[in-house]
């Protein structure tokens, strides 16, 4: 159980192009998922925390509309990267938090992006 | 000071040994302290998870808390080639959301 899929695993783009990423909970409803980055050899950091339905609350430093984040339900929330630059290229992961609390959470496998 | 602080390694130990990964929090508050294994170009998997201090088991792990001195260990026991990952600890305060990350132990397992 708790199984997140994240979608696609890689994307090679030119430079001013948006992508987006897909976050799904395959069996169990996220009333919250995460957006983090992480670059080699480093540890996660926080991006964004997605809930269901209201605006994603960005962390300091973030910018909200280089990365639109999008929760429209309990089993999806998209990342999109506006207008991306090689300074955007990472490691882009989710995670999901079960609706009951004090539930963990499970990570998806990552988005590696490169921009060229 | 970060939240958590965890030595990066590189850890290398033998096949069967018994390894030892160890975190520092600073932050009082913090109730909630999980373990997650990361192989290289995936994402983090759960490993254990624990509520204030104490013991918990897992097959061959077991994760340990120590609030007093605000200390958290992960041990691994018959350590395997296949445990080789980064083990990333985590902690915080408010339930399982909005957690903090140390760097993460870089862990080989030789034959």
């Known amino acids: 159980g708790a199984v997140v899929s994240q979608h696609p695993s890689r994307v090679i783009c030119k430079s001013g192009t948006s992508v987006k990423i897909e976050c799904r909970s395959l069996?169990?409803?996220?009333?919250?998922m995460f957006w983090y980055r992480q670059f080699p050899k480093q540890s996660l950091m926080l991006m964004a925390t997605?809930?269901?339905?209201?605006?994603?609350?960005?962390e300091q430093g973030v910018e909200k509309d280089k990365f639109l984040i999008n929760h429209a339900s309990l089993t999806l929330s998209t990342l999109t990267v506006t207008s991306a630059h090689p300074e955007d290229s990472s490691f882009y992961i989710c995670?999901?938090?079960?609706?009951?609390?004090?539930?963990?959470?499970?990570f998806g496998d990552g988005t590696r992006l490169s921009i060229l | 000071q970060k939240e958590v602080e965890q030595d990066p390694g590189p850890l290398s130990v033998p096949e069967g040994a018994i390894v030892s990964l160890n975190c520092t929090y600073s932050?009082?508050?913090?109730?909630?302290f999980m373990w997650y294994r990361q192989y290289s170009r995936k994402g983090p998997e759960l490993l254990m998870y624990?509520?204030?201090?104490g013991n918990k088991e897992d097959g061959r792990f077991t994760a340990q808390v120590d609030k007093s001195s605000k200390y958290i260990s992960l041990f691994i026991r018959d350590s395997q080639p296949s445990d080789s990952a980064t083990y990333l600890c985590?902690?915080?305060?408010?339930?399982?959301?909005?957690?903090?990350f140390g760097a993460g132990t870089r862990l080989a397992v030789h034959p």
């Open positions: 985590a902690s915080n305060s408010g339930g399982y959301n909005k957690l903090i």
């Open positions: 995670s999901a938090s079960m609706s009951e609390s004090n539930q963990p959470q499970h």
């Open positions: 069996d169990f409803q996220a009333t919250t």
């Open positions: 932050n009082s508050a913090f109730q909630y």
């Open positions: 624990t509520y204030s201090s």
């Open positions: 997605s809930n269901e339905g209201s605006k994603a609350t960005y």
